[in-house]
Protein backbone atom coordinates (compact mmCIF):
# COMPACT_ATOMS: atom_id res chain seq x y z
CA UNK A 1 0.00 0.00 0.00
CA UNK A 2 1.18 3.75 -0.87
CA UNK A 3 2.47 5.80 1.64
CA UNK A 4 2.22 9.53 2.03
CA UNK A 5 3.96 12.09 4.05
CA UNK A 6 3.53 15.35 4.08
CA UNK A 7 5.16 18.43 6.29
CA UNK A 8 2.77 18.65 9.38
CA UNK A 9 2.40 22.14 9.43
CA UNK A 10 3.60 25.62 7.03
CA UNK A 11 3.09 29.25 8.35
CA UNK A 12 2.99 31.84 5.41
CA UNK A 13 2.05 35.46 5.24
CA UNK A 14 -0.63 36.90 2.87
CA UNK A 15 0.60 37.64 -0.88
CA UNK A 16 3.05 35.05 -1.00
CA UNK A 17 3.50 31.65 -2.72
CA UNK A 18 3.15 28.58 -0.77
CA UNK A 19 4.51 25.06 -1.74
CA UNK A 20 3.13 22.49 0.15
CA UNK A 21 5.50 18.83 -1.04
CA UNK A 22 3.24 15.21 -0.63
CA UNK A 23 5.66 12.31 -0.71
CA UNK A 24 4.07 9.04 -1.93
CA UNK A 25 6.48 6.09 -2.32
CA UNK A 26 5.36 3.03 -3.92
CA UNK A 27 3.07 4.98 -6.10
CA UNK A 28 1.37 2.84 -8.88
CA UNK A 29 2.23 3.91 -12.82
CA UNK A 30 -1.62 4.77 -13.12
CA UNK A 31 -2.31 6.37 -10.54
CA UNK A 32 -3.44 9.54 -10.31
CA UNK A 33 -2.49 12.33 -7.22
CA UNK A 34 -5.65 14.37 -5.96
CA UNK A 35 -5.56 17.27 -3.55
CA UNK A 36 -7.83 18.96 -0.86
CA UNK A 37 -8.21 21.38 1.27
CA UNK A 38 -10.27 21.08 4.51
CA UNK A 39 -11.62 23.85 6.84
CA UNK A 40 -12.41 23.29 10.64
CA UNK A 41 -15.75 21.44 10.74
CA UNK A 42 -16.24 20.57 7.01
CA UNK A 43 -15.42 17.80 4.46
CA UNK A 44 -13.09 18.06 2.66
CA UNK A 45 -12.71 20.10 -1.02
CA UNK A 46 -11.28 19.46 -3.90
CA UNK A 47 -8.68 21.34 -5.12
CA UNK A 48 -6.68 20.05 -7.88
CA UNK A 49 -5.48 16.66 -9.55
CA UNK A 50 -2.47 15.50 -11.83
CA UNK A 51 -0.74 12.32 -13.21
CA UNK A 52 2.27 13.90 -14.21
CA UNK A 53 4.38 17.09 -15.19
CA UNK A 54 2.50 20.31 -14.78
CA UNK A 55 -1.12 20.98 -14.24
CA UNK A 56 -2.90 24.44 -13.45
CA UNK A 57 -6.43 25.26 -12.84
CA UNK A 58 -7.89 28.87 -11.52
CA UNK A 59 -6.93 28.43 -7.79
CA UNK A 60 -3.35 26.08 -7.77
CA UNK A 61 -0.72 24.34 -9.44
CA UNK A 62 0.36 20.60 -9.30
CA UNK A 63 3.92 19.67 -9.99
CA UNK A 64 4.75 15.70 -10.64
CA UNK A 65 8.80 15.14 -11.21
CA UNK A 66 9.24 12.42 -13.91
CA UNK A 67 9.75 9.90 -10.94
CA UNK A 68 6.26 10.07 -9.53
CA UNK A 69 7.52 9.77 -5.99
CA UNK A 70 5.94 13.16 -4.66
CA UNK A 71 3.84 15.83 -6.23
CA UNK A 72 4.04 19.85 -5.27
CA UNK A 73 1.01 21.76 -4.45
CA UNK A 74 1.63 25.55 -5.23
CA UNK A 75 -0.87 28.08 -4.19
CA UNK A 76 0.13 31.28 -5.70
CA UNK A 77 -0.42 34.62 -3.79
CA UNK A 78 -1.95 33.29 -0.43
CA UNK A 79 -4.93 34.71 1.37
CA UNK A 80 -6.43 34.54 5.28
CA UNK A 81 -8.97 32.78 3.58
CA UNK A 82 -6.40 30.05 2.75
CA UNK A 83 -5.94 28.75 6.12
CA UNK A 84 -7.13 25.57 5.78
CA UNK A 85 -5.66 21.37 6.12
CA UNK A 86 -4.25 20.31 2.90
CA UNK A 87 -4.51 16.44 2.13
CA UNK A 88 -3.05 14.78 -0.45
CA UNK A 89 -4.08 11.56 -2.00
CA UNK A 90 -3.04 9.08 -3.76
CA UNK A 91 -5.22 6.25 -5.49
CA UNK A 92 -3.56 2.65 -6.21
CA UNK A 93 -5.08 -0.23 -8.09
CA UNK A 94 -6.48 0.21 -11.40
CA UNK A 95 -10.20 0.03 -9.73
CA UNK A 96 -9.30 2.55 -6.96
CA UNK A 97 -9.28 0.13 -4.55
CA UNK A 98 -7.23 1.81 -1.83
CA UNK A 99 -7.12 5.26 -1.08
CA UNK A 100 -4.87 6.55 0.76
CA UNK A 101 -4.97 10.28 2.13
CA UNK A 102 -1.85 11.89 3.68
CA UNK A 103 -1.99 12.65 6.97
CA UNK A 104 -2.29 15.98 5.75
CA UNK A 105 -0.40 19.68 6.30
CA UNK A 106 -2.08 22.36 8.44
CA UNK A 107 -1.65 25.97 6.39
CA UNK A 108 -1.32 29.49 8.65
CA UNK A 109 -1.46 32.33 6.84
CA UNK A 110 -0.85 35.44 8.50
CA UNK A 111 -1.75 39.16 7.90
CA UNK B 1 -28.45 20.82 -6.11
CA UNK B 2 -27.44 19.77 -2.88
CA UNK B 3 -24.36 17.49 -3.47
CA UNK B 4 -23.72 14.65 -1.01
CA UNK B 5 -26.15 15.17 2.00
CA UNK B 6 -25.20 13.10 5.91
CA UNK B 7 -28.02 12.40 8.90
CA UNK B 8 -27.70 12.94 11.40
CA UNK B 9 -24.93 15.56 11.79
CA UNK B 10 -24.31 14.93 15.78
CA UNK B 11 -24.87 11.68 17.66
CA UNK B 12 -24.07 10.46 20.96
CA UNK B 13 -24.23 6.70 21.68
CA UNK B 14 -23.84 4.63 24.57
CA UNK B 15 -21.16 1.37 24.15
CA UNK B 16 -22.96 -1.49 22.58
CA UNK B 17 -25.81 0.52 20.78
CA UNK B 18 -26.21 0.42 17.02
CA UNK B 19 -27.25 3.17 14.63
CA UNK B 20 -27.17 3.67 11.01
CA UNK B 21 -25.55 6.74 8.83
CA UNK B 22 -27.46 7.72 5.98
CA UNK B 23 -25.57 9.26 3.02
CA UNK B 24 -27.66 10.50 -0.22
CA UNK B 25 -26.20 12.19 -3.60
CA UNK B 26 -27.77 13.86 -6.11
CA UNK B 27 -25.08 14.06 -8.59
CA UNK B 28 -25.85 10.63 -10.30
CA UNK B 29 -22.53 9.39 -9.17
CA UNK B 30 -21.67 5.52 -9.73
CA UNK B 31 -19.07 5.60 -6.69
CA UNK B 32 -19.98 6.71 -3.13
CA UNK B 33 -17.73 6.12 0.29
CA UNK B 34 -17.49 6.13 3.99
CA UNK B 35 -14.11 7.68 5.63
CA UNK B 36 -14.11 8.47 9.37
CA UNK B 37 -11.53 11.06 10.93
CA UNK B 38 -10.19 10.95 13.92
CA UNK B 39 -9.31 14.53 16.25
CA UNK B 40 -6.06 15.81 14.06
CA UNK B 41 -5.48 12.86 11.80
CA UNK B 42 -6.09 12.27 8.24
CA UNK B 43 -9.23 10.31 6.70
CA UNK B 44 -9.21 6.79 6.42
CA UNK B 45 -11.53 4.81 4.37
CA UNK B 46 -13.75 2.66 5.84
CA UNK B 47 -15.75 1.21 2.83
CA UNK B 48 -16.57 2.23 -0.44
CA UNK B 49 -18.99 1.09 -3.46
CA UNK B 50 -17.79 1.18 -7.17
CA UNK B 51 -21.26 0.80 -8.24
CA UNK B 52 -24.72 0.26 -7.27
CA UNK B 53 -25.17 -3.17 -5.87
CA UNK B 54 -21.15 -3.69 -4.83
CA UNK B 55 -19.47 -2.94 -1.78
CA UNK B 56 -15.98 -3.54 -0.90
CA UNK B 57 -13.76 -2.83 2.09
CA UNK B 58 -11.15 -0.15 2.97
CA UNK B 59 -8.88 0.24 5.40
CA UNK B 60 -10.97 0.13 8.57
CA UNK B 61 -13.99 -1.71 7.77
CA UNK B 62 -13.68 -3.94 11.24
CA UNK B 63 -16.93 -2.83 13.36
CA UNK B 64 -19.07 -1.38 10.40
CA UNK B 65 -21.60 -2.78 8.06
CA UNK B 66 -22.42 -0.80 4.47
CA UNK B 67 -25.70 -0.81 2.52
CA UNK B 68 -25.41 0.74 -1.01
CA UNK B 69 -29.74 0.93 -1.08
CA UNK B 70 -29.92 2.36 -4.62
CA UNK B 71 -27.29 4.90 -6.73
CA UNK B 72 -28.18 8.04 -4.37
CA UNK B 73 -27.86 6.77 -0.93
CA UNK B 74 -25.23 4.54 0.72
CA UNK B 75 -25.68 3.93 4.87
CA UNK B 76 -23.22 2.94 7.28
CA UNK B 77 -24.22 0.73 10.44
CA UNK B 78 -22.46 0.46 13.74
CA UNK B 79 -24.08 -2.54 15.05
CA UNK B 80 -22.32 -2.49 18.38
CA UNK B 81 -20.97 0.91 19.03
CA UNK B 82 -17.39 1.20 21.21
CA UNK B 83 -15.89 4.44 22.40
CA UNK B 84 -13.03 3.88 19.73
CA UNK B 85 -15.46 4.67 16.74
CA UNK B 86 -15.66 8.17 18.25
CA UNK B 87 -14.74 10.20 15.21
CA UNK B 88 -15.94 12.59 12.56
CA UNK B 89 -17.98 10.67 9.46
CA UNK B 90 -17.71 11.72 6.03
CA UNK B 91 -19.83 10.52 3.20
CA UNK B 92 -18.20 11.26 0.03
CA UNK B 93 -19.15 10.63 -3.82
CA UNK B 94 -17.78 10.59 -7.23
CA UNK B 95 -18.56 9.61 -10.82
CA UNK B 96 -15.71 7.65 -12.12
CA UNK B 97 -13.71 5.92 -9.91
CA UNK B 98 -10.61 5.93 -11.83
CA UNK B 99 -10.24 9.73 -11.35
CA UNK B 100 -11.40 9.76 -7.86
CA UNK B 101 -12.50 13.77 -7.92
CA UNK B 102 -14.71 12.62 -4.50
CA UNK B 103 -17.29 15.14 -3.37
CA UNK B 104 -17.70 15.07 0.60
CA UNK B 105 -20.51 15.27 2.61
CA UNK B 106 -20.32 17.81 5.73
CA UNK B 107 -19.44 14.58 8.17
CA UNK B 108 -21.59 13.15 10.93
CA UNK B 109 -19.97 13.89 14.41
CA UNK B 110 -20.31 10.68 16.75
CA UNK B 111 -19.38 10.25 20.11
CA UNK B 112 -19.40 7.17 21.56
CA UNK B 113 -19.71 7.19 25.48
Known amino acids: LAKTTQPISMDSYEGQEVNITCSHNNIATNDYITWYQQFPSQGPRFIIQGYKTKVTNEVASLFIPADRKSSTLSLPRVSLSDTAVYYCLVVVGNYGQNFVFGPGTRLSVLP | NAGVTQTPKFQVLKTGQSMTLQCAQDMNHNSMYWYRQDPGMGLRLIYY???????DKGEVPNGYNVSRLNKREFSLRLESAAPSQTSVYFC????????????FGPGTRLLVL
Open chain 2, 92 to 103: ASSSDRTQETQY
Open chain 2, 49 to 55: SASEGTT
